[in-house]
């Protein structure tokens, strides 16, 4: 039976981390309208940001992820700025290139000034509990925590405020939002600030039980990927449910069936229910 | 061609002619010594690696004026070609070494590289200088091979005999999933069972592309081993330990040759998670003179940065060849430079053999005696294969 829970734990700590970069990536499809490639680098910007505040400038754990939150936001908006804006009017084709570029200048660039090499993110949470036979460290609890209350405020903040309906309203339909009124600039900026700040908060989170390094991102993004066409292109609460699908294929099948297809459960499902419901589980998003 | 351009490649051309004649007249002679690795791709740090220790030795060779043969004095010209890990163009790099400059003896850092130059060395008559510890590349008996580092079988029987005395017979796999990591598990768990030992769990993790490893680790626990045989990468390697105690294990790891236990502690904060393990240090730990006095060098060479496994061998190698040639007394004939590697490794200088090889075999295998660390009250202890198999 703790075995069992033990599974559970750890398909929660997976599916948290993923919902929450699956997030970032389908509010931007919402309004792009191509997969950002270049998130997987913001999440990997975001734990260097981190590293750097916290390991060269002492500061403490929840500043650091601020700062990177921050930072990250920031970056977010200049890509979208600089490289997306322009290319409005541009075939789907040229943003897809534009973010791939995006994501191999990143990476170069993280590179040429840290190096290849692997880096450990401290965290002042290294307590591990043990309740009935399960083993939680305090940082596992910490990410499902803050992944879970971030994915509430994000909730919230869409569905209760004016400035969230405007993104929600340029996802469901552009011309509708740009005929009451919505400033399609200021609702591209704010999206692409929360995705960044979602990517940087959930590398802050997850990396002390990881590693940092160049191509940290790679393995999340293409998670990421999987779950926003699992959970339907754009839908929000298809990110989280299908963030927490993934997690919990790759935690029971990891364990009850075997490590080495962990990946392949996952891909399995995500054909599995493709063939079901084609558009992914959640179509109310867009398109 | 315009006429313009022919004129201005003309002048070129002749320039660099006289460029060639002019740096051919300055030094007396030059041999050349190639290198075919990747360069450039995924496996770009490791070959860039392997070169480096090749550059370091030459560079020392010829900042002291080069080295004497027969009478006459020779500087080192080291040409590398980049092959993209890729066999094939191994293949070609070699044949264009050979033909274009002349190299007697090429270098290759991969068991791909050294087949496809095993294909027409002899014929051609250039000695390969292989760094890969598979084993089948000098066990297939070509006479012009020589490998570099110890083969990874013979750490098998002093990591199960240490592990075994420290922790208990019951072993859980829970190392890598690529090809290096497979080639261990086959060779390790025969010899695990030899000895008196049962396999428990077989859970092999792809340490690259898994996000988290509780999942993996709390399997493989779940069968309740004495010892956890890991290894990869030695970061990802690291984190697995840590999981590991973290899901309450308190045996020890046997680590697979890949990862060093320097580098985990790094990760992991001491050799503490570590405790009753056996596995491989970085020469940074060494405590032989030859090995000291290397790593000093390479620090003063590169601010304090140490230097790798593949650095040291490479470095190694080439001052193994070089000093093969001066007791060959030739430079051309590869099959006398062969001959005379076992003769010129008794007459190496220390700090030029930081791993203190002294013997070659008879199939071209250079014969270390590498040193294997346990970690006992939370302090690595170093102790030669051969002293832990003499026991």
């Given at each position: 039976?703790?075995?069992?829970?033990?599974?559970?734990?750890?398909?929660?700590?997976?599916?948290?981390?993923?919902?929450?970069?699956?997030?970032?990536?389908?509010?931007?499809?919402?309004?792009?309208?191509?997969?950002?490639?270049?998130?997987?680098?913001?999440?990997?910007?975001?734990?260097?940001?981190?590293?750097?505040?916290?390991?060269?400038?002492?500061?403490?754990?929840?500043?650091?992820?601020?700062?990177?939150?921050?930072?990250?936001?920031?970056?977010?908006?200049?890509?979208?700025?600089?490289?997306?804006?322009?290319?409005?009017?541009?075939?789907?084709?040229?943003?897809?290139?534009?973010?791939?570029?995006?994501?191999?200048?990143?990476?170069?660039?993280?590179?040429?000034?840290?190096?290849?090499?692997?880096?450990?993110?401290?965290?002042?949470?290294?307590?591990?509990?043990?309740?009935?036979?399960?083993?939680?460290?305090?940082?596992?609890?910490?990410?499902?925590?803050?992944?879970?209350?971030?994915?509430?405020?994000?909730?919230?903040?869409?569905?209760?405020?004016?400035?969230?309906?405007?993104?929600?309203?340029?996802?469901?339909?552009?011309?509708?939002?740009?005929?009451?009124?919505?400033?399609?600039?200021?609702?591209?900026?704010?999206?692409?600030?929360?995705?960044?700040?979602?990517?940087?908060?959930?590398?802050?989170?997850?990396?002390?039980?990881?590693?940092?390094?160049?191509?940290?991102?790679?393995?999340?993004?293409?998670?990421?990927?999987?779950?926003?066409?699992?959970?339907?292109?754009?839908?929000?609460?298809?990110?989280?449910?299908?963030?927490?699908?993934?997690?919990?294929?790759?935690?029971?099948?990891?364990?009850?069936?075997?490590?080495?297809?962990?990946?392949?459960?996952?891909?399995?499902?995500?054909?599995?229910?493709?063939?079901?419901?084609?558009?992914?589980?959640?179509?109310?998003?867009?398109? | 061609?315009?006429?313009?351009?022919?004129?201005?490649?003309?002048?070129?051309?002749?320039?660099?002619?006289?460029?060639?004649?002019?740096?051919?007249?300055?030094?007396?002679?030059t041999v050349t010594i190639g290198f075919t690795?990747?360069?450039?791709?995924?496996?770009?740090?490791?070959?860039?690696?392997?070169?480096?220790?090749?550059?370091?030795?030459?560079?020392?060779?010829?900042?002291?004026?080069?080295?004497?043969?027969?009478?006459?004095?020779?500087?080192i010209n080291l040409v590398?070609l980049?092959?993209?890990?890729?066999?094939?163009?191994?293949?070609?790099n070699g044949k264009r070494l050979v033909q274009q400059y002349d190299a007697p003896v090429i270098f290759?850092?991969?068991?791909?590289?050294?087949?496809?130059?095993?294909?027409?060395?002899?014929?051609s008559g250039f000695l390969?200088?292989?760094?890969?510890?598979?084993?089948?590349?000098?066990?297939?008996?070509?006479?012009?091979?020589?490998?570099?580092?110890?083969?990874?079988?013979?750490?098998?029987?002093?990591?199960?005999?240490?592990?075994?005395?420290?922790?208990?017979?019951?072993?859980?796999?829970?190392?890598?999933?690529?090809?290096?990591?497979?080639?261990?598990?086959?060779?390790?768990?025969?010899?695990?069972?030899?000895?008196?030992?049962?396999?428990?769990?077989?859970?092999?993790?792809?340490?690259?592309?898994?996000?988290?490893?509780?999942?993996?680790?709390?399997?493989?626990?779940?069968?309740?081993?004495?010892?956890?045989?890991?290894?990869?990468?030695?970061?990802?390697?690291?984190?697995?330990?840590?999981?590991?105690?973290?899901?309450?294990?308190?045996?020890?790891?046997?680590?697979?040759?890949?990862?060093?236990?320097?580098?985990?502690?790094?990760?992991?904060?001491?050799?503490?998670?570590?405790?009753?393990?056996?596995?491989?240090?970085?020469?940074?730990?060494?405590?032989?003179?030859?090995?000291?006095?290397?790593?000093?060098?390479?620090?003063?060479?590169?601010?304090?940065?140490?230097?790798?496994?593949?650095?040291?061998?490479?470095?190694?190698?080439?001052?193994?060849?070089?000093?093969?040639?001066?007791?060959?007394?030739?430079v051309e004939?590869a099959?006398?430079?062969?001959?005379?590697?076992?003769?010129?490794?008794?007459?190496?200088?220390?700090?030029?053999?930081?791993?203190?090889?002294?013997?070659?075999?008879?199939?071209?295998?250079?014969?270390?005696?590498?040193?294997?660390?346990?970690?006992?009250?939370?302090?690595?202890?170093?102790?030669?294969?051969?002293?832990?198999?003499?026991?």
């Amino acid at each position: 039976m703790d075995l069992f829970l033990q599974q559970v734990l750890n398909g929660l700590t997976l599916g948290s981390i993923y919902g929450l970069v699956a997030l970032g990536l389908t509010l931007v499809y919402g309004i792009l309208h191509v997969p950002n490639f270049a998130h997987g680098a913001l999440y990997m910007v975001g734990a260097y940001v981190s590293y750097v505040t916290m390991v060269d400038f002492g500061v403490n754990y929840w500043l650091a992820m601020i700062a990177a939150a921050g930072v990250v936001a920031l970056l977010a908006v200049l890509c979208e700025r600089l490289v997306f804006n322009p290319l409005r009017h541009a075939p789907p084709i040229h943003d897809k290139i534009a973010a791939i570029g995006i994501m191999l200048f990143l990476e170069a660039l993280v590179q040429m000034h840290w190096g290849a090499e692997f880096r450990r993110m401290p965290t002042p949470y290294t307590e591990i509990l043990n309740v009935a036979g399960m083993t939680i460290p305090a940082q596992r609890v910490l990410i499902i925590i803050g992944a879970f209350s971030l994915m509430a405020v994000l909730h919230l903040f869409l569905k209760k405020t004016m400035t969230g309906s405007t993104i929600v309203a340029m996802a469901q339909n552009r011309e509708g939002a740009f005929l009451v009124g919505i400033d399609a600039n200021r609702v591209a900026m704010m999206t692409f600030a929360i995705s960044g700040g979602l990517a940087a908060v959930g590398a802050t989170l997850f990396a002390p039980i990881n590693l940092v390094y160049p191509a940290m991102g790679h393995l999340l993004i293409m998670k990421a990927f999987v779950i926003i066409i699992l959970g339907g292109m754009g839908s929000i609460p298809g990110a989280i449910v299908g963030g927490l699908i993934i997690g919990f294929a790759e935690a029971f099948g990891g364990f009850y069936i075997s490590t080495d297809y962990k990946d392949i459960i996952a891909f399995a499902l995500l054909v599995v229910i493709l063939s079901i419901k084609p558009t992914g589980l959640f179509t109310k998003g867009v398109r | 061609m315009s006429n313009g351009k022919f004129k201005r490649f003309c002048r070129l051309a002749c320039a660099s002619a006289i460029a060639l004649a002019a740096t051919g007249a300055q030094a007396a002679e030059t041999v050349t010594i190639g290198f075919t690795g990747p360069l450039s791709g995924g496996a770009a740090l490791y070959g860039q690696n392997t070169l480096e220790g090749l550059q370091m030795a030459a560079k020392e060779i010829n900042d002291k004026g080069g080295f004497q043969v027969d009478g006459e004095t020779y500087e080192i010209n080291l040409v590398s070609l980049d092959d993209k890990y890729s066999p094939s163009q191994a293949a070609v790099n070699g044949k264009r070494l050979v033909q274009q400059y002349d190299a007697p003896v090429i270098f290759t850092p991969h068991s791909g590289g050294t087949f496809a130059l095993q294909a027409f060395n002899e014929r051609s008559g250039f000695l390969v200088m292989s760094y890969t510890s598979v084993p089948t590349v000098t066990e297939k008996g070509n006479d012009l091979t020589v490998r570099i580092p110890p083969t990874f079988t013979g750490y098998m029987k002093p990591f199960t005999k240490i592990a075994m005395a420290e922790n208990g017979k019951k072993v859980a796999v829970a190392n890598a999933t690529h090809d290096y990591a497979k080639y261990w598990t086959k060779a390790f768990v025969p010899t695990w069972e030899a000895m008196g030992g049962t396999v428990v769990a077989n859970n092999p993790m792809d340490y690259n592309k898994s996000a988290d490893f509780y999942t993996g680790v709390s399997k493989v626990l779940a069968e309740d081993p004495d010892v956890l045989f890991i290894g990869g990468a030695s970061e990802p390697t690291a984190l697995v330990a840590k999981q590991a105690r973290e899901l309450g294990f308190k045996g020890g790891f046997v680590i697979m040759d890949q990862a060093k236990m320097g580098e985990m502690s790094k990760i992991i904060g001491g050799y503490d998670m570590l405790e009753g393990s056996v596995g491989v240090v970085p020469l940074t730990l060494y405590e032989e003179q030859g090995a000291k006095d290397f790593v000093a060098k390479y620090h003063k060479l590169n601010d304090g940065k140490d230097p790798t496994t593949e650095v040291a061998y490479n470095y190694f190698a080439l001052y193994s060849v070089v000093q093969a040639m001066k007791e060959a007394g030739t430079v051309e004939d590869a099959k006398a430079i062969r001959a005379a590697i076992g003769e010129a490794l008794k007459n190496l200088a220390p700090e030029n053999n930081p791993y203190g090889v002294t013997e070659i075999d008879a199939k071209g295998g250079m014969m270390a005696d590498p040193n294997i660390a346990t970690v006992k009250d939370g302090k690595v202890v170093l102790q030669r294969i051969s002293e832990v198999l003499g026991e």
